[in-house]
């Protein structure tokens, strides 16, 4: 059973677009959100983090939009740039401790 | 400072034979995780320590899975008489506050 549903598998953006990733939870334990960014051959790295209390985040050209009745969040990332082509991550977790679900990814391209 | 380290980068071994794979997270935290990532496939967990307990190793696949953590710090995670469907990039995390997830760069596992 998927906790953390991501959406879409893969995103195609030109230069200067903005990009959007949906992520879609159940648990209403959940009560941290966190994005990452993974480039090939590396592990994934946290790109920005989210708590139910708030609605938006943002941080440079990544936002983090959050919407708690819908259990919905989603990544916005403003004036994409090909060096953002990576895989993107959405995650969730229920307690202080233990593990993060994790969305399946989503491959963005951003063309030149 | 240091980040979560990995050993063997690669590892190439043939079906049948044991391995072992070791994690050195962040000095300091005392949560620990590891995750496999099948090729173009997301995140699955394996197992999570809290100093050297695991209170939830629920994704370990098998019973050939297992892994300790030593002293609150060192991790390693065996996989004995491997199997082709294990080839995988095992990636290690650590964490001290419960929220971020530092991963390591992985270590990619080939099965032959």
């Known amino acids: 059973q998927q906790q953390v549903k991501q959406s879409p598998q893969s995103l195609i953006v030109q230069k200067g677009g903005i990009s959007i990733i949906n992520c879609a939870y159940e648990n209403t334990a959940f009560d941290y959100f966190p994005w990452y960014q993974q480039f090939p051959g590396k592990g994934p790295a946290l790109l920005i983090a989210i708590r139910p209390d708030v609605s938006e985040k943002k941080e440079g050209r990544f936002t983090i939009s959050f919407n708690k009745s819908a259990k919905q969040f989603s990544l916005h990332i403003m004036d994409s740039q090909p060096g953002d082509s990576a895989t993107y991550f959405c995650?969730?977790?229920?307690?202080?401790?233990?593990?993060?679900?994790f969305g399946r990814g989503t491959q963005l391209t951003v063309w030149p | 400072g240091a980040g979560v380290s990995q050993s063997p980068s690669n590892k190439v071994t043939e079906k049948g034979k044991d391995v072992e794979l070791r994690c050195d997270p962040i000095s300091g935290h005392t949560a620990l995780y590891w995750y496999r990532q099948s090729l173009g496939q997301g995140l699955e967990f394996l197992i999570y320590f809290q100093g050297n307990s695991a209170p939830d190793k629920s994704g370990l696949p098998s019973d050939r899975f297992s892994a300790e953590r030593t002293g609150g710090s060192v991790s390693t995670l065996t996989i004995q008489r491997t199997q082709q469907e294990d080839s995988a990039v095992y990636l290690c995390?650590?964490?001290?506050?419960?929220?971020?997830?530092?991963f390591g760069p992985g270590t990619r596992l080939t099965v032959t």
């Open positions: 995650a969730a977790r229920g307690s202080t401790l233990g593990r993060l679900y």
């Open positions: 995390a650590s964490s001290s506050s419960g929220r971020a997830l530092y």
